[in-house]
């Protein structure tokens, strides 16, 4: 179909010498930390890419981006302030299951531009040598452009339409000596939105 385009692509990697990257907490100390990247004997990535297009009519796009992955590494051991700590096999930390990006875009009229997208991932390990999941996530955005004349356009932006308000990365620490360690969670950026002004000399 002249409209349609559609691209997809399978892989498989057997990976040696996988990197695992680990924080210690030294003792109570709130800003006493190591941090090192652990060689992992092995693993693999597997997964799929899709991309496809499809042209509604000569003034609107539809579009979509679509990531299958699954990941595994091999158990290993390493030395911390407490002693040495063993992980067991499991799955690389920051490797969303799957991941998506779709929407569209249109030529309002011949001067006005517009594009909605939604994108969205799966939960994933917030680290390699622990087994807690950070939330999936959704986001939603929008992209206008404003044609003034042949050289300057007028383009207005939100990020985070929704105003999401989730955990961006996790850390687990204690704040002193004697205190516990707990959770601190840092937020993704909310929504936020502009204007800018582009003239081509």
Not at 17 to 28: K, P, Y
Not at 30 to 36: E, L
Not at 183 to 196: D, L, Q
């Amino acid at each position: 179909i002249d409209d349609f385009y559609f691209n997809i692509n399978l892989f498989y990697m057997d990976r040696q010498d996988v990197h695992a990257t680990i924080q210690d907490q030294i003792g109570d100390c709130p800003t006493c930390y190591v941090y090192f990247t652990k060689n992992i004997a092995t693993g693999y990535n597997f997964g799929l890419d899709l991309e496809a297009t499809y042209n509604i009519h000569s003034k609107t796009l539809l579009f979509l981006n679509l990531g299958l992955l699954e990941t595994k590494r091999s158990a290993y051991s390493y030395e911390s302030s407490e002693g040495t700590q063993f992980v067991e096999e499991g799955r690389l930390a920051n490797a969303p299951g799957w991941t998506i990006s779709t929407g569209f875009e249109a030529d309002i009229t011949k001067k006005l531009f517009l594009r909605y997208d939604i994108m969205a991932k799966d939960s994933f390990l917030w680290h390699d040598d622990e087994d807690e999941l950070a939330p999936s996530l959704t986001l939603h955005n929008i992209n206008m452009r404003y044609s003034l004349n042949k050289k300057t356009y007028l383009t207005f932006w939100v990020k985070n339409l929704t105003d999401e308000m989730i955990a961006s990365h996790e850390y687990h620490f204690a704040l002193g000596v004697g205190l516990p360690e707990e959770e601190y969670e840092s937020p993704i950026e909310p929504m936020t939105y502009g204007i800018k002004l582009d003239y081509k000399f």
